[in-house]
Nanobody, 122 residues
Framework: QVQLVESGGGLVQPGGSLRLSCAAS????????MGWYRQAPGEERELVAV???????NYADSVKGRFTISRDNAKNTVSLQMLSLKAEDTAVYYC????????????????WGQGTQVTVSS
């Protein structure tokens, strides 16, 4: 049973910063991609940032230059440093992982965390 557990959400004023963290646990052979998505009320879930096991990153245009994703492959963790937060960053942030459960797995499995609320408001 694979679990993704997030931490670090909360309430912050515009211009402030937060750091989200996510740890994957369970029987995992290799995590290919790890990252963050978010969903605001009434909106679809959207990509925020992801990072591959090799360190390649992909960011949503709306967060480039403000958010930084980092990953520890040995610990199966991923973090998102968020700076210069704006009201439009308010959403539930979900940790995501695409991983291989075993060496013999034919395709990757997708997992999501339970979500952590980030609210940017004065």
């Amino acid at each position: 049973q694979v679990q993704l557990v997030e931490s670090g959400g909360g309430l912050v004023q515009p211009g402030g910063s937060l750091r989200l963290s996510c740890a994957a646990s369970g029987s995992i052979f290799r995590i290919n991609v790890m990252g963050w998505y978010r969903q605001a009320p009434g909106e679809e879930r959207e990509l925020v940032a992801v990072v591959t096991s090799g360190g390649s990153t992909n960011y949503a245009d709306s967060v480039k230059g403000r958010f930084t994703i980092s990953r520890d492959n040995a610990k199966n963790t991923v973090s998102l440093q968020m700076l210069s937060l704006k009201a439009e960053d308010t959403a539930v942030y979900y940790c995501y992982a695409s991983l291989l459960l075993t060496r013999a797995a034919l395709r990757a499995s997708q997992y999501w965390g339970q979500g952590t609320q980030v609210t940017v408001s004065s």
